[in-house]
């Protein structure tokens, strides 16, 4: 790792359901890894088998082609969902300007998004703009390096 979080002087090797075994064969309960799908457990066997049938087809198809995993996924929330438009986004980051896009245009009359200094949103703009910058971002504006 990077060093950012430092050691705990445990080496993974292995999971399943709340419990990891180390490299020593020591089993504990993990209560440390809740971020991303480590949240519905290790190993789940039915994530397996997700995950197995999913990589037998291509892993990332680009927006400006067609996906049949992608528009079954558009059609399950259309349907959860009906008269709603759906909008996938390529990271966290374009997700947040989204919605920061999607809040100013359904309410015009409000011109401040509250922000934290203390956060990490990505290296976006606006997402990325924090009070401690000298002058605000635009949200509509396209950014600095985009072609005229």
Known sequence: MSGIYGSRGLTVVSGA???VRDDR???YL??????????FGHCHPVLVEALRKA??????VGPGMGS?????FRQRI????PGH???FCNS??????AALKLALSLRPDRKKVLASPARWTGTQRPSSWSPSRERAVSILSPPDWAPG
């Not at 993990?30 to 799908?37: K, N, P």
């Not at 049949?68 to 079954?72: E, F, L």
């Not at 966290?92 to 300007?97: A, F, I, K, L, M």
Request: include cysteine; proline fraction near 5%.
């Open 92 to 97: 966290g980051t374009e997700s947040v300007e």
């Open 30 to 39: 993990d209560f440390y890894c809740g971020s991303g799908a480590a949240l």
């Open 25 to 27: 064969g020591r089993e």
């Open 68 to 72: 049949p995993a992608r528009d079954a």
């Open 78 to 81: 259309s349907e959860e969902l």
């Open 55 to 60: 990589a037998e087809s291509p892993w990332t």
């Open 17 to 19: 359901g709340a419990a």
């Open 85 to 87: 438009a759906v909008f």
